[in-house]
């Protein structure tokens, strides 16, 4: 039981953010701190990765890299950060992401998911050119059939990128998000 409420506390515990500066280019490295990168690891699984914020021809940007195992129950490395709700309402996030093609993920967590494992997963695809794409909130999935099956924006509690589902070699760039 010890465990199982450190495990939790590591998960919860990050600085929070306001919904009008989810990601805002011009202050990106102080940002970066306001991020925690988090690996199954801290469930006994195997992956391994890391979050740097990268400078490249005169860009500044977020990296999530890594290697995403499923080998001992495992399967995610994600970087996160707590969020405080403006009570605006917003259909969803829009971003900008280059990196190794493939499908990622946005994990939002609510007031009324208690344990680690209950979120709401919304998916997209990057390839290995900028590119802005929208994810409706109306479209993320539950992690659990517990769950309500949707939330409102005023009710999220922190925001995730995540490498998730399979083994591969995760590297996901963000240069810009926002809520809209």
Known sequence: MKLQLVIISILIFVNK?????????NKLENFKNKWEF???????GLSTGKLDLIKDENEKFLRLSGDVSTKNNGGFIQFRSNFQSDNREYEGIRIKVKGHPSEYFIHVRTHFLLLPWQYYSGKFFVTDEWTEIRVFFKDFDK??????????????KSIGFVAFGKDFS????????ELF
Request: aromatic share 8%; no cysteine; charged share 20%.
């Open 38 to 44: 988090v690996s199954d690891q801290v469930m006994g």
């Open 143 to 156: 992690s659990n059939f517990y769950q309500p099956s949707s939330f409102n924006s005023s009710e999220i």
């Open 17 to 25: 953010i306001n919904a009008m500066d989810l990601l805002d280019k």
């Open 170 to 177: 995760a590297q996901l760039d963000l240069i810009e998000a």
